[in-house]
Every structure is written in structure tokens, then in C-alpha cells.
């Protein structure tokens, strides 16, 4: 992994993991994490994450990437595929609903993705903070569901699922 790779994947796991407000706390996280930027840096890799500002639940602002829509590059396609992982705790499937929920934040960007699968079997989503629901067409089975959310939602995910009977 080159420098720019490993400087883009520390940002994604300093992003998922802490709730920073503003570019000079990330920079140093970043510093502490041993990596050293500067702002015009910094600025250009959370443009590439596809970052930006969201409110909190306690009337602050934290950066948040997007997971979903078109990366500028293939190391920003991997960092959104990275985020989509983290984000997705789990999926129980009641037919014709999915339920998938995901780290505070995320539902929108994960139903979204959803959206775009753009599969006659799939007739939509609403999307909470942390919920995702997927209406399925009817006749849509359990492993049916599975398969067509297979691009987002993790393996081991849908394994868990499968193993708890959803």
C-alpha cells in the first residue's frame, strides 16, 4: 500500500471510530497516529473520501463519508467499500421487509446504495439514523434478499443472518 492508500485508510478508520468536529482535530489524530499533512492535503483526501459535515445528537458537527455515490479513484472506491463494512451491523429478513441496521448515521448513505442496485425485486427503502427497510416484491425469499444485497451488505453479515434463521 502506497503512502497516499495508507494515509486515506487511517483517516476512513480514525473517521468510523471518534467523532471529529472539525480538519485541525483530525490532523492531529492523524500526527499522533504518525502521519503528518498538511491542510491542503487533508482538504483534497476528505474531498476524495466524499466527506462531509453532519450534525450530531448533541448539536455539534462530525465528519461522516459517504457511502455511496461515484469515487474519484479506486482508493476511494476501496475507502467507501471499507465504511460500508463498518457501517453494517446486521440484517433480519421477514418477508417481504428487510431490516438492516448500521452505526448511527449511516442508514441513508446504505439505502442509497440499496436504491441503486435498481432491481425489479426490490420496491424500495426508508432509511432512519441507524435503520434501513427493504421492501422486497412478493414471492422474494429469504436467500433471494440475501443475493441481492450481497454487493452491500458484508459476508459475514449475511452469514450471521442465515445462521440466526432470518
Do not use: W
Not at 54 to 73: F, K, P
Not at 88 to 113: E, H, M, Q, W
Amino acid at each position: 500500500m502506497n503512502k497516499r492508500q495508507s494515509r486515506l485508510s487511517l483517516i476512513v478508520k480514525l473517521l468510523l471510530h471518534h467523532n471529529i468536529s472539525s480538519q485541525d482535530e483530525l490532523m492531529a489524530l492523524l500526527e499522533a497516529h504518525g502521519c503528518v499533512v498538511t491542510q491542503a492535503t487533508l482538504s483534497r483526501d476528505l474531498k476524495t473520501l466524499r466527506t462531509s459535515k453532519v450534525a450530531t445528537e448533541l448539536g455539534g458537527y462530525r465528519y461522516e463519508i459517504a457511502a455511496n455515490g461515484t469515487a474519484a479513484d479506486e482508493i476511494a472506491t476501496q475507502a467507501m467499500d471499507t465504511v460500508r463494512r463498518a457501517s453494517i451491523l446486521s440484517v433480519a429478513f421477514s418477508a417481504p421487509i428487510a431490516v438492516i441496521k448500521t452505526r448511527n448515521g449511516y442508514a441513508g448513505g446504505v439505502a442509497y446504495d440499496i436504491d441503486d442496485i435498481d432491481s425489479p425485486d426490490i420496491l424500495g427503502t426508508i432509511a432512519g439514523a441507524d435503520t434501513v427497510f427493504v421492501t422486497f416484491a412478493p414471492g422474494v425469499t429469504a436467500a433471494d434478499a440475501f443475493r441481492l444485497l450481497s454487493d452491500i451488505v458484508p459476508a459475514l453479515v449475511i452469514e450471521e443472518a442465515t445462521r440466526s434463521g432470518y
